[in-house]
């Protein structure tokens, strides 16, 4: 079929070819060129292909083998689509789905109990700084940062691990452990300069360790100009219905709106939320505990991600809004089940 094409694009170049400026027609017989191309077997009684209408025929090959004639765009074909199907319309998010998956228990991330509040309340003074106390009458409550380790999504693990394997083949293993030992310590030193910020005590005095993070602390001075009252500090969450705990680093106001706060160090750039990784459910995790655990007299549904460079450079504060924290609510709820299904066959198997 493919010689048959050739053909009679060769045809039609003959036919229509210019000579001296007016086109030459070349008297030949397209019933000579059957669709099978059986050209030098001639037959007395003709085929289907040889009863067509020839001067449709070189019509139709002209109107394909020609540029010149209806040539095709994309916009000309989104057009033409247009048309015949109308148009584009996008599939709506549909809540408490993901990925073909329903929740089982779509608990809300607010609780209809409390009553929201920005104004401190005499009691809140001075900020919050609850300890973790382990009830041994009630079952064993898994931390988020577990939750989120155990349940993390392939492609995040495969890039970690790669990174974790870079840097051991620079460093070494031991050099990486040194490595790894060193930032969660600056980490620490970092969280514990933020909590005397907010709650100043009467030691002022700097030392190595304060050398060694005045990177962060200068990285971020703008982030901390726009945030007012704190309400808590380094305390601890629990969410007695859906059974996990954890520790906020912040919960204070943030160009007036009341928002859990999370400071993250790093050497990289992280200038859009989705660099933060789970850094968002995380957020919204803790969110949900402090709405649902009476410890805590008022409610709070916004975020805060601060990411942290070590030379100084500003910090990137991401915000999350309510409609944000409550999509990343959601997408917690469904690791926080992945994780208890995971437990739960462990505990089969055993």
């Known amino acids: 079929m493919k010689i048959c094409q050739l053909i009679n694009k060769t045809l039609h170049d003959r036919l229509w070819r210019p000579s001296g400026g007016l086109p030459v027609q070349i008297s030949v017989s397209a019933a000579s060129f059957s669709g099978s191309c ?52 996008k599939s709506k998010h549909v809540k408490g789905k993901l990925s073909g998956r329903v929740l089982r228990n779509a608990f809300p991330l607010m ?6 509040n920005h104004s ?15 009830d041994p009458s009630k079952l064993e409550m898994v931390s988020v ?18 990174w974790r394997k870079k840097m051991i083949d620079e460093l070494g293993e031991n050099g990486f452990e040194n490595y790894t030992r060193s930032m969660f310590r600056q980490g620490k030193l970092f969280h514990a300069a933020l909590e005397e910020i907010f709650m100043p005590t009467e ?8 050398v060694q993070i005045s990177g962060y602390i200068e990285s971020v001075q703008h982030v901390l100009k726009d945030i ?17 705990v954890g520790l906020v680093d912040c919960v204070a106001e943030y160009r007036g709106n009341l928002c859990v706060i999370d400071w993250k160090t790093s050497e990289k750039q992280k200038p859009s939320l989705r660099n933060t990784f789970d850094s968002p459910l995380q957020v919204a995790a803790y969110m949900g505990a402090i709405n649902n655990d009476d410890k805590y007299g008022f409610t709070v ?3 805060l991600i601060v990411i942290a460079y070590k030379d100084g450079s500003p910090a990137h504060p991401h915000y999350m809004n309510t409609e944000v924290s409550r999509e990343h609510w959601t997408k917690w709820l469904f690791r926080l089940e992945e994780y208890m299904d995971k437990k739960d066959k462990i505990i089969v198997k055993s």
């Open 38 to 89: 059986s050209w030098n077997s001639r037959k007395k009684n003709l085929s289907q292909y040889e009863m067509v209408n020839q001067e449709e025929y070189s019509l139709l090959v002209r109107s394909v083998v020609s540029s010149k004639l209806c040539p095709q765009t994309p916009t000309s074909l989104a057009e033409e689509d247009g048309q015949l199907y109308g148009p584009i319309v």
């Open 111 to 116: 609780s209809h109990s409390k009553v929201f």
């Open 120 to 134: 401190p309340e005499p009691s809140l003074v001075t900020p919050l700084k609850i300890g973790l106390h382990k």
């Open 145 to 162: 940062t577990r939750i989120l380790q155990e349940t993390m999504p392939e492609n995040q693990a495969f890039y970690l691990q790669r």
């Open 203 to 210: 030691s002022q005095e700097a030392d190595e360790e304060e």
């Open 228 to 244: 007012g009252h704190a309400y808590a500090i380094e305390s601890a969450v629990q969410h007695h219905s859906l059974n996990y």
């Open 301 to 303: 549904e916004n975020g």
